[in-house]
């Protein structure tokens, strides 16, 4: 198992950035892909984007697509997503998760963070 805790969350303009992170700790970090996801309130949760063990493939849905970018830094146990071009859209608790592979399917994946606001305003 792996704990989580994701941070940078908050409150931004529409056009503006956001860069989150995913701290992880207990088992070893290369072990795991990484994935991002959302929920908004009375939505379920959304695919965001993943990456692979090495960092090597990286997986969004046409929804970011070129405005979220997804990386990590194995010797910081860390993952990050960068978003520019915020909407409102945009808006939801943010989810940071580990598993076996980069999935896009939240299931998929078995260890969770505890989340992180993102408010985009128009």
């Known amino acids: 198992q792996v704990q989580l805790v994701e941070s940078g969350g908050g409150l931004v303009q529409a056009g503006g950035s956001l860069r989150l992170s995913c701290a992880a700790s207990g088992r070893t970090f290369t072990t795991y892909a990484m994935g991002w996801f959302r929920q908004a309130p009375g939505k379920e949760r959304e695919f965001v984007a993943a990456?692979?063990?090495?960092?090597?493939?990286?997986y969004y849905p046409d929804s970011v697509k070129g405005r979220f970018t997804i990386s990590r830094d194995n010797a910081k146990n860390t993952v990050y997503l960068q978003m520019n071009s915020l909407k409102p859209d945009d808006t939801a608790v943010y989810y940071c998760?580990?598993?076996?592979?980069?999935?896009?399917?939240?299931?998929?994946?078995?260890?969770w963070g505890q989340g992180t606001q993102v408010t985009v305003s128009s």
């Open positions: 990456i692979s063990r090495t960092g090597g493939s990286t």
């Open positions: 998760a580990a598993g076996k592979a980069a999935y896009t399917s939240a299931p998929d994946y078995n260890d």
